[in-house]
């Protein structure tokens, strides 16, 4: 057996007084439930400490990206437009592998590291998912981080996640946790107000949905408001949603947790 030395041994215990906050309970003002039910969207300031998403950014140097062929195209646009008119030309989108300011994703970490693991089924982060559902349980079912560069990092049009999911029933949601600053100009999530009442609409691709439905054009425009590291947001997985470019030179940090129903 390896000895451990005193100095490594104290590393390890300061860790772990910096993890126990995820011990700890949060509890989640009535008002973002009512509103996450309401009108599809909740927010969780204060969520996760300095320490804990210090340490998610440190694990997440460690993670291996996620493919770029996993993913199909950019959401920049090569070309074309979204009319419905069938003499026009469809849009066309880059490549990932020719775009730099795609978003970069790692993926299913808790399913290969104890470490995000704990962060998805914590008391902290798993008790705030079934106060916001309203549910004696819940299924952790995905982590994946969303990192868009500086400079410039492409939008994200409004879509659904529920058609990308290979789920039978809805009623998952998505925890998006910022891991640095975010201002209004780096991108953070927006949501179409009461968008989750609208049923799944289906793949929209890498279109905004709003050009398939028309009617969700007149749809108020919520969030996009500036967020502190460990802050949160959530959204059904029916609420349509999307993100603005990142015009900073910062690079925009989340992870993000998602639950389902346990029945």
């Given at each position: 057996?390896?000895?451990?030395?005193?100095?490594?041994?104290?590393?390890?215990?300061?860790?772990?007084?910096?993890?126990?906050?995820?011990?700890?309970?949060?509890?989640?003002?009535?008002?973002?439930?009512?509103?996450?039910?309401?009108?599809?969207?909740?927010?969780?300031?204060?969520?996760?400490?300095?320490?804990?998403?210090?340490?998610?950014?440190?694990?997440?140097?460690?993670?291996?990206?996620?493919?770029?062929?996993?993913?199909?195209?950019?959401?920049?646009?090569?070309?074309?437009?979204?009319?419905?008119?069938?003499?026009?030309?469809?849009?066309?989108?880059?490549?990932?592998?020719?775009?730099?300011?795609?978003?970069?994703?790692?993926?299913?970490?808790?399913?290969?590291?104890?470490?995000?693991?704990?962060?998805?089924?914590?008391?902290?982060?798993?008790?705030?998912?079934?106060?916001?559902?309203?549910?004696?349980?819940?299924?952790?079912?995905?982590?994946?981080?969303?990192?868009?560069?500086?400079?410039?990092?492409?939008?994200?049009?409004?879509?659904?996640?529920?058609?990308?999911?290979?789920?039978?029933?809805?009623?998952?949601?998505?925890?998006?946790?910022?891991?640095?600053?975010?201002?209004?100009?780096?991108?953070?999530?927006?949501?179409?107000?009461?968008?989750?009442?609208?049923?799944?609409?289906?793949?929209?691709?890498?279109?905004?949905?709003?050009?398939?439905?028309?009617?969700?054009?007149?749809?108020?425009?919520?969030?996009?408001?500036?967020?502190?590291?460990?802050?949160?947001q959530v959204h059904?997985?029916?609420?349509?949603?999307?993100?603005?470019?990142?015009?900073?030179?910062?690079?925009?940090?989340?992870?993000?947790?998602?639950?389902?129903?346990?029945t």
């Amino acid at each position: 057996m390896t000895p451990v030395s005193g100095a490594t041994r104290e590393v390890r215990n300061e860790q772990e007084r910096d993890l126990a906050f995820l011990d700890s309970a949060y509890t989640v003002p009535d008002a973002e439930i009512a509103n996450l039910h309401e009108h599809g969207w909740a927010r969780l300031p204060g969520l996760l400490n300095a320490e804990v998403v210090a340490e998610l950014r440190r694990r997440l140097a460690d993670e291996p990206l996620r493919p770029l062929d996993a993913l199909g195209k950019s959401y920049r646009k090569l070309g074309g437009n979204t009319a419905a008119d069938t003499d026009s030309e469809p849009v066309k989108f880059l490549d990932h592998e020719l775009d730099s300011k795609h978003n970069q994703n790692h993926e299913g970490m808790a399913w290969r590291n104890p470490f995000f693991r704990r962060v998805g089924t914590s008391r902290r982060v798993a008790g705030a998912a079934v106060q916001l559902m309203r549910r004696d349980r819940a299924v952790f079912i995905q982590d994946i981080s969303f990192f868009k560069p500086g400079g410039g990092g492409s939008p994200t049009a409004m879509h659904q996640d529920y058609a990308s999911w290979p789920f039978d029933r809805k009623g998952a949601i998505t925890i998006w946790i910022a891991l640095v600053d975010v201002s209004e100009d780096m991108g953070p999530l927006a949501y179409l107000e009461d968008s989750h009442r609208e049923g799944p609409l289906g793949l929209a691709g890498k279109l905004d949905i709003r050009s398939t439905y028309p009617h969700l054009a007149d749809a108020k425009v919520v969030a996009g408001r500036a967020l502190k590291a460990g802050d949160a947001q959530v959204h059904w997985d029916l609420t349509v949603h999307g993100a603005g470019p990142n015009a900073t030179d910062v690079v925009r940090e989340a992870y993000l947790t998602r639950f389902t129903g346990a029945t």
